[in-house]
């Protein structure tokens, strides 16, 4: 992760993300993973289990307002007709959110029109399912293990699988992203050490099992949720995607010539963040990065507000801007003082994660006349927040007080809106019952009217929205909500807001919808901007109306089918100066030509058969777990796998193609000619490269003396730009020096030949060797990890480059752990990927045995 800024001096990248909740995450990884050099700038801070604020003062700072000296996790909206909460920081909503991943049901993807029609979403269900598979299995969801000692005492989920059974209505464990075992299919047991998935984590922290805290909503300490630093933006990292944290974006506008520019700001976060700053605060230089493709996951409010704010700069872009937002029918209602044959029935909110059921209502649209529309009621939880009141007020059993204190936090989060006090309504409402072991949270959710516009106001973002239009759906959800209560014996209580008119939604989606058209949507049916190649929505603002469930699963696995699409694009555009790409298809999903296209024909490269061979240590080798055994990326990414740009051409042509990753880091010195000064010399600036290498055809890269395959990728040469794009690139392994046919027994070469652009658009050649020489095979190691480079001026072909001025040299090494991971990273397409990967092996082996092996005469 890098918390240091770079100077604007033309840092051009493949794709920048901007944000990373679900859209955002998710993409940073499909494309870094595919090998496209990737920013992502993240307004918020990092947060490592252990982290997450606990005590008054940190609660009371753990807001987002920079421009009060506030850069905590929450972000909260207060709007016409709703307030809002969301989140910033590294991980976005995930951070916060109650982990549940539910698929939009399959009958939902319409959007209600007057008079009782429909009209369907340009995606469908069968559209997201393979993507919904892959989201699934990389974030890593289960059901509360409800049969299982200690799970089974968890009183609220058992209460409401009772009052749904005397209901006759459907209740659910739904999937959560919790780990409650150490691997995925591990026993479940309470703070077990949880096993790293093979990307390693981003925070470098452990993480131990959910010890069923409730606490959830506030961030976990225990890093047992999955929240997405854990799983998406640590194998991003893994897969080279720099991970800007603090780093605000302020602006975008199309870039001259194609592609986009990115305007935004380093924030100077205090150290001690919750400390009370007195710093004057200085006004921030803004900085641009330019891009070919522009992702947008900074979250309904973060996309639709940047879009608004730069719109002049995207003339032509849809009327749809804005339009279609909603709440997803959030309704927060209360039951309190649950009884059972006139005693108290304990229903424990604050044990087990905050939500563990779900109640599904049923939709007309399901085949069932006169149901309405439908929704789905869970059970909510609050944190113990013990801690906080006995550091507060000393008085650990005085539950008044405690009452008292957690509504105070509850309305400082309201602080600053001048029209709405609510302390005194919440704390009649709540009375002596909030936290009594007999209350319980209800939260409602459902397809209400996304018929709520978000629009700009002197410069600020504002929404109008009603509860109106969605009158029928809310009255239908409380009065399930009050039918649970019934049978629970329990008081029901609507949230305060709700006689103002109010909800609070922690759900907002729209702003920039999908649509068949310009005339419909802001962007087409894989997120891109209509008009605006290139330029993506991938969060919740894409959604053209509510998901019905918790959105984020849906939001992720569109975001999952963006970036396949987005690939492809890439991929197919790779020959004309479009960035490389390695792997078109992560999840094994086609989108090609479905439902959704907004020409129906999709234009997309052709369809074909893609084979992974599974790399040569073995997909999932040493991971335990059903979905690991399948193959599946369910505890750590299977790396490609499942395409490759040579793959088309390969498959259609009988041969077979080869590839892998290599990543290079170490350091030349700009003016210095010879490898080995320059890389020790006192001035040196660090130089790294990730590559791809492909042969196209392994049969003949093998056979011929040149062994010669394509290299792309980006080279990162600090101070010159930072990451460029190899806009060509060749490598050749065990090159024979003497050019005889009978071959230099002692000595081969490895050559990369890297062409690129700097920062100030002056044409670049990397240059490198590695020497293979003869000698013991304790050389192997350091012979075939030692690059020694030159950084040529202008484009320099081999025979050119003895008079080519020579700008740098130096000397690059690959990290045994960066080895270990290309070694899994090895790839091939075609009929005969195992026999090809074990030729490849024996090519390779067969090499440096002639260097290294015995000399036998
Ligand atoms: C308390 C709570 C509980 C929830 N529970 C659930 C649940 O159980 N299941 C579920 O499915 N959903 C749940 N949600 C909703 C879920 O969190 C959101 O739907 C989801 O996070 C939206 O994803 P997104 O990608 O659209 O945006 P987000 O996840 O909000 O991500 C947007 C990111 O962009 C960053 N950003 C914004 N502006 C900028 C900028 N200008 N520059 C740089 N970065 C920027 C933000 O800091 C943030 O990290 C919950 C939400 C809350 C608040
Ligand atoms: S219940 Fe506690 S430990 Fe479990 S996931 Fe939620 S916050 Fe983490």
């Given at each position: ?115 009782g029609a429909h009209e369907p979403w340009p995606i469908s269900r069968a559209d997201l399912d393979p993507h919904y598979d892959a989201v699934e299995r990389m974030i890593g969801a289960a059901p509360y293990p409800l049969d299982r000692v200690p799970y089974d005492n968890t009183p609220k989920t058992h209460a409401m699988q009772d009052a749904a059974a005397e209901l006759g209505l459907q209740c659910t464990l739904p999937p959560l992203a919790v780990s409650f075992a150490e691997r995925p299919g591990g026993e479940p047991g309470i703070s077990l050490p949880i096993v790293d998935a093979g990307y390693g984590n981003i925070h470098g ?653």
């Open positions: 992760m890098s918390e240091g800024t770079r100077n604007s001096g033309g840092e051009h990248v493949d794709a920048v993300v901007v944000g990373s909740g679900f859209g955002g995450s998710v993409a940073a990884y499909r494309l870094a993973e595919a090998g496209l050099s990737v920013v992502l700038l993240e307004r918020g801070q990092p947060y490592p289990p252990g982290a997450f604020p606990r005590s008054p003062a940190e609660m009371g700072r753990a807001f987002w307002d920079p421009d009060a000296g506030l850069y905590g996790m929450f972000d909260v909206w207060s709007f016409k007709g709703c307030d809002s909460v969301v989140s910033a920081g590294l991980g976005g909503g995930s951070l916060i959110y109650a982990n549940v991943l539910l698929r939009k049901d399959e009958n939902w993807f319409v959007n209600d029109l007057p008079g922290v452990p993480r131990r099992t959910c010890q069923l805290c409730g606490e959830c909503d506030i961030g976990c300490n225990e890093g047992a949720k999955n929240s997405l630093d854990h799983n998406y933006l640590s194998a991003a990292e893994h897969h080279g995607a720099d991970i800007r944290t603090c780093h605000e974006v302020k602006a975008l506008r199309p870039r001259p010539g194609g592609g986009y520019e990115v305007d935004y700001v380093h924030h100077d976060v205090p150290r001690d963040p919750f400390a009370v700053s007195l710093k004057k605060r200085r006004r921030l230089p803004i900085r641009t990065i330019t891009c070919d493709r522009l992702v947008l996951g900074a979250g309904t409010y973060g996309t639709t507000y940047l879009l608004l704010k730069s719109r002049e700069a995207f003339p032509g872009l849809s009327d749809a801007l804005g339009t279609r937002f909603s709440g997803n029918g959030d309704l927060l209602t209360f039951l309190l003082r649950a009884t059972d044959r006139n005693r108290v029935r304990p229903l424990n909110a604050s044990r087990g994660p905050v939500i563990t059921t779900a109640i599904r209502l049923p939709d007309e649209l399901d085949d069932v006349p006169g149901a309405g529309r439908g929704a789905y009621i869970q059970d909510g939880g609050y944190p113990g927040f013990t801690d906080w009141i006995v550091e507060r007020y000393d008085v650990a059993n005085d539950f008044e007080r405690a009452v008292k204190f957690l509504w105070e936090r509850f309305t400082d989060m309201f602080r600053g809106r001048p029209d709405t006090n609510l302390s005194k309504e919440i704390s009649e409402l709540i009375g002596d019952g909030a936290l009594t072991v007999s209350s319980l949270p209800l939260l409602g959710m459902g397809r209400d009217t996304a018929d709520g516009r978000l629009r700009l106001r002197d410069g600020m973002l504002s929404a109008e929205w009603t509860t109106e239009t969605s009158r029928a759906l809310f009255d239908r959800v409380r009065r399930t909500m009050r039918g649970i209560a019934d049978v629970l014996g329990a008081d029901y209580a609507d949230n305060p807001m709700w006689f103002r008119k109010r909800i609070i939604t922690v759900h907002p989606l729209g702003g920039a919808p999908m649509g068949a058209h310009p005339g419909e949507g802001v962007c087409d049916a894989f997120g891109e901007v209509f008009g605006f190649p290139g330029l993506y929505i991938a969060d919740g603002a894409a959604m053209p109306g509510p998901v019905g469930p918790n959105p984020s699963l849906t939001i992720a696995a569109q975001a999952d089918r963006l970036a396949t699409r987005l690939l492809e694009h890439a991929s197919a555009q790779g020959g004309a100066g479009g960035p490389a790409v390695t792997a078109p298809s992560a999840t094994g999903a086609e989108p090609g030509g479905d439902s959704g296209s907004p020409d129906g024909a999709g234009d997309g490269p052709p369809r074909e058969a893609r084979h992974g061979s599974g790399g040569m240590t073995g997909t999932g080798s040493g991971r335990a777990g059903g979905a690991a055994r399948n193959g599946s990326a369910a505890y750590g990414p299977v790396s490609g796998g499942h395409g490759v740009t040579g793959g088309s051409s390969a498959v259609a042509s009988g041969r077979t193609s080869l590839w892998f990753t290599e990543e290079m880091k170490g350091f030349v010195t700009y003016g210095e000619s010879d490898p080995r000064t320059g890389g020790r010399a006192d001035g040196r600036r660090p130089l790294s490269f990730r590559l791809t290498i492909t042969a196209e055809d392994t049969d003949r890269f093998v056979r011929e003396p040149g062994h010669r395959a394509r290299a792309e990728g980006w080279v990162d040469a600090s101070g010159h730009g930072g990451r460029r794009r190899v806009e060509h690139g060749t490598f050749n392994l065990f090159v024979d020096p003497s050019g005889d046919a009978d071959g230099e027994v002692d000595r081969r070469l490895m050559r990369y030949r890297l062409f690129y652009t700097d920062g100030e658009g002056r044409a670049r050649t990397l240059s490198g060797t590695k020497n293979v020489l003869h000698g013991p095979p304790t050389r192997i190691w350091p012979d075939t990890s030692t690059l020694y480079v030159r950084l040529l001026d202008g484009h320099v072909d081999e025979e050119d480059e003895g008079r080519a001025e020579v700008v740098a040299a130096g000397v690059l090494h690959i990290r045994l752990t960066d080895f270990a991971r290309q070694l899994t990273t090895f790839r091939t397409a075609g009929p005969d990927g195992a026999e090809t990967l074990l030729n490849f092996g024996r090519f390779f082996a067969g090499e440096l045995w002639e260097v290294y092996g015995p000399d036998l005469v």
